[in-house]
Every structure is written in structure tokens, then in C-alpha cells.
T-cell receptor, first 112, second 113 residues
Framework: NAGVTQTPKFRILKIGQSMTLQCTQD?????MYWYRQDPGMGLKLIYY???????DKGEVPNGYNVSRSTTEDFPLRLELAAPSQTSVYFC???????????FGQGTRLTVV | GDSVTQMEGPVTLSEEAFLTINCTYT??????LFWYVQYPGEGLQLLLK?????DKGSNKGFEATYRKETTSFHLEKGSVQVSDSAVYFC????????????FGGGTRVLVKP
């Protein structure tokens, strides 16, 4: 049982480059989330999805885009990387009833 | 909007000491409350939860009680071990559509032998 899988684990981008952070879950959860965790800080919600085809902004969506074409996958797109996007990114999923959120191991992104 | 405030760290303790991490929240209605733990280099994992007032969540020797009157959910452990060294996050979910978790800033705990 893989749970939530994120790729890549580490990435260095140059300013202005683009990339997609991949997230997939095998638990058939409807709800999926992207958070960023800045050094010494808590987690801030970037985008979330309540099901395939439905996405919505969290508290820090600027500079990011998402899509949810399947229940399993929830990729996060950075179009024009900026140093302010240097962070650790976590993907999470929850089933329809609150029990617990399952997190991926994170993607550490550095923009230089 | 919803918010979670928890004590800043780092908290440094000796093995077998008593640990308390304070957490208070602001939310409309009656959210579910959680403590998550993050070990070095890993994602977050659920430590314990409580879904209604006066519920006590417990796991691995940790406990927290949902106090509606003080809007608090303090984490406690009577005797910590070196393996408890981690970052602890308090979180709430409003039980509404979307079930969005709101996290506190995290508290780093370091337990020394």
C-alpha cells in the first residue's frame, strides 16, 4: 500500500523555469491538497480538490496551478519559478469522512 | 478565518521529562482537532485526534483533550524518549465541505539522553 507518493524528492530550478510536482494516491480518496512549508514555519494551503475535475484556491495560490483529471493524481505546476517559491511542498489526501490526512514525503524545491 | 496558535520552540528536554505543547484555536462551529508529528526528512503523520468537545485523543503515550471552553487542545506526554524528537503540529478541520486542515506553526522538540 503506497499511500501518497510525491516526485521528485529534490529539485533545483533557475528563476523563470517551469516544473510540475507530481502527486498520486492509491487510497481512492476524494480530497487532495497541496501545502508548502517554509523553514521554521507551519504549512500553508496552496490548492485543494474535492474530487476529479474540481479544484479551488487555498491561502497562497499565486504562482501555482493545479489540475485533477483523475481521482489518483493531483499535479502542481509552477510556471515561472521565483526565489519566493523555495520551500518544501507536501501533498496530502483525505477520504470523505475526517479520520486522518495522509501526507507524501515532500518535495524540497530550491529556486536560484 | 480559522487559525491555530501553538507555542514556539524549540523545546529541549531530558529523557523521561514531562512534555506539554500548548495549542489554541479560532474557528466557527465545532471543528475536529489533530496533532501531527513530523520526523526529520519525512512527511507529517497523524499522532492523535479528537472530533468533539471533551474528547481525549491518545496514542504512543501522548494525550490531548478537546476543551471547547478554552478553545485549546494541548499535547502532553508524561515521560519522553529520545525517539520523540520531532516537530509537532496542531491542526483543525472545520468538518465542512473540503475538510481543509489549518495548521499551527509547529513546535520542534529535542529530547536529550
Amino acid at each position: 500500500n503506497a499511500g501518497v507518493t510525491q516526485t521528485p524528492k529534490f529539485r533545483i530550478l533557475k528563476i523563470g523555469q517551469s516544473m510540475t510536482l507530481q502527486c498520486t494516491q492509491d487510497m481512492n480518496h476524494n480530497y487532495m491538497y497541496w501545502y508548502r512549508q517554509d523553514p521554521g514555519m507551519g504549512l500553508k494551503l496552496i490548492y485543494y480538490s474535492v474530487g476529479a475535475g474540481i479544484t479551488d484556491k487555498g491561502e497562497v495560490p499565486n504562482g501555482y496551478n493545479v489540475s485533477r483529471s483523475t481521482t489518483e493524481d493531483f499535479p502542481l505546476r509552477l510556471e515561472l519559478a521565483a526565489p519566493s517559491q523555495t520551500s518544501v511542498y507536501f501533498c496530502a489526501s483525505i477520504d470523505g469522512v475526517i479520520t486522518e490526512a495522509f501526507f507524501g514525503q515532500g518535495t524540497r524545491l530550491t529556486v536560484v | 478565518g480559522d487559525s491555530v496558535t501553538q507555542m514556539e520552540g524549540p523545546v529541549t528536554l531530558s529523557e523521561e521529562a514531562f512534555l506539554t505543547i500548548n495549542c489554541t484555536y479560532t474557528a466557527t462551529g465545532y471543528p475536529s482537532l489533530f496533532w501531527y508529528v513530523q520526523y526529520p526528512g519525512e512527511g507529517l503523520q497523524l499522532l492523535l485526534k479528537a472530533t468533539k468537545a471533551d474528547d481525549k485523543g491518545s496514542n504512543k503515550g501522548f494525550e490531548a483533550t478537546y476543551r471547547k471552553e478554552t478553545t485549546s487542545f494541548h499535547l502532553e506526554k508524561g515521560s519522553v524518549q529520545v525517539s520523540d524528537s520531532a516537530v509537532y503540529f496542531c491542526a483543525l478541520s472545520p468538518k465542512a465541505a473540503g475538510n481543509k486542515l489549518t495548521f499551527g506553526g509547529g513546535t520542534r522538540v529535542l529530547v536529550k539522553p
